[in-house]
Structure formats: structure tokens, C-alpha cells
């Protein structure tokens, strides 16, 4: 692991030690790592090095995988996320999860906002849920788009529109954490530079940790960059450091553009 500036950040999420197989495979070899709260961390690296798998494991979505067996410490906010008593569905709660692909709930825009608050017990007078649905539609930057139609389906937004709608789905229960696998991949470049935007903004309440192909959004947005390659965690670093003058012969292959 190799890292500096990370003093006066406080911490998010701490793994130690983190290892994935699915069967015989073993998909993430020894993973220990720091991420810091209201900090944008880039997960990058090439196809199949485990980027997505490690993401899984932060908000245990593994567990839904047959033969999956994880060893290792992963905490958040101090709390071990894999311990027997802890709830998945409260785990959850505390880390929100965008996909690559946005998936709106087949309901209304107004209904995919409202329905993990209220599944959740987090509002339930009418007058709260509409308020909570208004300021999570401000805060993922739709809601001006989407204000006179808000009983209309989710899926009647366009992709980016959609993608935002996740967010703000993300964002109602007030995550600690929000998890991002390759948000922008399918989006056109105004929609995903207005997601970067929306991203920029969303770190100053919450700690995001994203997965992307794109070195060069990796660049523009996170703080921390970390590489992945083959199941292993080669290089962690301030992203500047990593773009610039990475310490590693494998991260500079691949930032370079000499493999991928
Ligand atoms: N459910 C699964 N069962 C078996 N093997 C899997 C499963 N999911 C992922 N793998 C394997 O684990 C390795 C890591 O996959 P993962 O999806 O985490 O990589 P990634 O870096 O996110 O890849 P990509 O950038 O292509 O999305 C790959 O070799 C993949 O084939």
C-alpha cells in the first residue's frame, strides 16, 4: 500500500487484509486500505482485476453471490460490516449504491425518492416524505427537470435524468457512504460532466467511492486513486501523485495507456 496526505482526513472506511474467491478463484488478494470521508476514491485498473468485487464487499452485496467466501477486516464508521449481527438491510442504509447502468424502480420518479425512507421508517407523514423527495431531487440537481412530473415513471427520464434519480434515490436515507460502479459509463459527455459536477458536490456530505475505466475522470474528480490489478491493490495514492508521478512501474503502465 502506498499513500501519503491522508492526515487530516478522517476515516471512512478501513480494510485490512482482504481476500475474495468465488469458488476456487480468488478474486482479491490481501486488500488493506484507508478511505477517508468527504473524499472522492477512484477505483481503477484493467478488466477483471477486482474493481467491482471489492466494491461489493464494502456493503456486503457478495453475500447474494453463491460460493463467494470472504476473509479479512472491513469497517465503516469503526464498525466491522461482516460481523454476525449486523443487518444487511440497516447495513444498506448506511452505504448507498449507484450502478453503471441506471435502474430506476418501475414507479414514478416520486416513488423511487420516497420508497427506502419510508421502508426504512425515516419519514412517514405525508408532508415529510414530500419534503425529504423535494430535497433529495435538489440535491441530485433534478429537481427542476422533473418538478411538474413527478408521478410519472422513473423510466420515462433520459439516461443521465435517470442516473440522477438514482442518486437521489442514494441519497434519501442519508448513506454514510456511497458506492459508484462505473456511474457515467453509459451516458453521453454532458450528462456524465454534469454527474461529475453533481459528485463534486455530493462529497461535502458524503464519502464516495467510485469504479472507472476513465483515467481521465479519475483525474478531473477523486482525491484518492486506487489500481487494481489481478485481485491485488498495487498502488494507492492522492490522485495527483498517482497521475503525475505514480510510485508504481504497473500504475504508470496503465495510466500511460500501455496496458488495459
Ligand atoms: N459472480 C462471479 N462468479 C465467478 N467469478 C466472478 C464473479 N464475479 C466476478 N468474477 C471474476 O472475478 C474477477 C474480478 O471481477 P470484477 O468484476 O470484480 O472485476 P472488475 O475489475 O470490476 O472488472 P470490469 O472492469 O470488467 O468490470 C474476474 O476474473 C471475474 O471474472
Redesign the pocket.
Known amino acids: 500500500m502506498t499513500r501519503n496526505d491522508s492526515a487530516h482526513h478522517a476515516l471512512s472506511v478501513r480494510v485490512r487484509d482482504l481476500d475474495l474467491w468465488?469458488?476456487q478463484?480468488q478474486?482479491l488478494k490481501s486488500i488493506s486500505l484507508d478511505i477517508y470521508q468527504n473524499n472522492i476514491t477512484a477505483l481503477i485498473?484493467?478488466?477483471?482485476?477486482?474493481?467491482?468485487?471489492?466494491l461489493r464487499c464494502l456493503n456486503r452485496m457478495n453475500d447474494l453471490?453463491p460460493?463467494?467466501r470472504i476473509e479479512g477486516l472491513v469497517e465503516m464508521g469503526g464498525r466491522d460490516v461482516n460481523a454476525a449481527k449486523v443487518d444487511e438491510v440497516a447495513l444498506r442504509r448506511r452505504v448507498g449504491m449507484v450502478f453503471q447502468k441506471p435502474n430506476p424502480f418501475p414507479k414514478s420518479i416520486h416513488d423511487n425518492v420516497a420508497y427506502a425512507p419510508r421502508m426504512h421508517d425515516i419519514v412517514s407523514r405525508k408532508a415529510d416524505v414530500k419534503a425529504l423527495v423535494e430535497s433529495s431531487l435538489r440535491d441530485a440537481g433534478l429537481w427542476e427537470e422533473v418538478k411538474d412530473k413527478l408521478h410519472q415513471p422513473g423510466t420515462s427520464l433520459s439516461g443521465g435524468q435517470q442516473q440522477r434519480l438514482c442518486i437521489a434515490r442514494a441519497i434519501a436515507v442519508q448513506p454514510e457512504v456511497i458506492l459508484m460502479d462505473?456511474p457515467t459509463s453509459s451516458l453521453d459527455p454532458i450528462s456524465t460532466a454534469t454527474i461529475e459536477d453533481l459528485m463534486d458536490r455530493l462529497k461535502r456530505r458524503y464519502t464516495i467511492i467510485t469504479?472507472t475505466?476513465n483515467m481521465q475522470q479519475a483525474a478531473r474528480i477523486a482525491d484518492y486513486t486506487a489500481f487494481?490489478h489481478l485481485?491485488e491493490m498495487i498502488e494507492y495514492n492522492d490522485t495527483k501523485t498517482m497521475f503525475s508521478t505514480p510510485h508504481t512501474r504497473k500504475a504508470e503502465d496503465y495510466i500511460t495507456g500501455r496496458y488495459g
Open positions: 468465488y469458488g478463484f478474486a485498473g484493467p478488466s477483471g482485476c477486482g474493481k467491482s468485487s471489492f453471490i460460493r463467494v462505473e469504479v475505466h487494481f485481485g
